[in-house]
């Protein structure tokens, strides 16, 4: 009767093990589909001519494809995102999933829902945003631009910056600021992802793959 006890306890936590990589999985997968569809966006942003000029010539590209808010000025923000780096002729590299949060993003009242692109310009910017934690803010030493969904005049020429940044939002849109905003690694999230524990320069460096961000890496190599 014990084994019998033992065997189903065992069986039982394997089951639940299975369930918790199964739901993070999926947690994941859902951050790259919705990854991929804030790209397809922004691509069909018809005034937002840069679009694909900074794709080809980032350093990095940095996808919050649902940065949530409450319906009031000041309050808790955030929303989890990949980051692909773009090794030359090596392409696009395996995604590393990041977390942002912040007391605010500086969002009218009525914002509920928005869509980010960072475009990582320089080497330093992609420095930064590879430590285990990066603050936006004057401290930084950082140049970040950031443009509008619809923004008219928009050039790559008129555009310059360590960091640009593409938002649309749904609701009342007032502008977007990132300063005091934090972002942050989620570790446990890539170690999931690939089977094993990984850094970001193993996840950047082509070093680990997963086919399942084929999806995400296959549209951002499709620009032209």
């Not at 590299?93 to 475009?119: D, H, K, N, R, W």
């Not at 080497?123 to 430590?131: T, Y």
């Not at 009342?172 to 905003?181: E, I, P, Q, V």
Request: no cysteine; net charge positive; proline share 2%.
């Amino acid at each position: 009767m014990r084994l019998l006890s033992r065997i189903a306890a065992t069986v039982t936590l394997a089951g639940v093990m299975v369930s918790s990589a199964a739901l993070a999985a999926s947690d994941q997968q859902s951050v790259l589909a919705n990854a991929q569809a804030t790209i397809v966006d922004m691509k069909h942003d018809q005034t937002f001519g840069p679009s694909r000029d900074l794709i080809k010539r980032a350093r990095a590209v940095l996808i919050i494809p649902k940065l949530v808010k409450g319906g009031f000025i000041i309050g808790g923000e955030g929303g989890d995102g990949v980051l692909v780096a773009h090794n030359g002729k090596a392409g696009w590299s395996s995604p590393a999933f990041y977390t942002m949060g912040s007391a605010s993003f500086g969002f009218q009242i009525g914002i509920e829902q928005a869509q980010l692109v960072l475009f990582i310009m320089s080497d330093r910017a992609l420095r930064a945003v590879e430590r285990s934690e990066f603050k936006f803010g004057a401290g930084a030493g950082l140049t970040v631009v950031t443009v509008g969904a619809s923004a008219e005049g928009a050039t790559s020429g008129n555009l310059s910056g360590d960091i640009i940044v593409w938002t649309s939002a749904k609701g009342a849109y007032g502008g977007l600021t990132l300063n005091g905003s934090v972002l942050k690694p989620r570790e446990g999230w890539n170690n999931e992802y690939y089977g094993r524990t990984v850094t970001l320069n193993e996840i950047l460096a082509h070093k680990v793959r997963n086919p399942a961000s084929a999806g995400l890496l296959g549209e951002l190599a499709s620009v032209r």
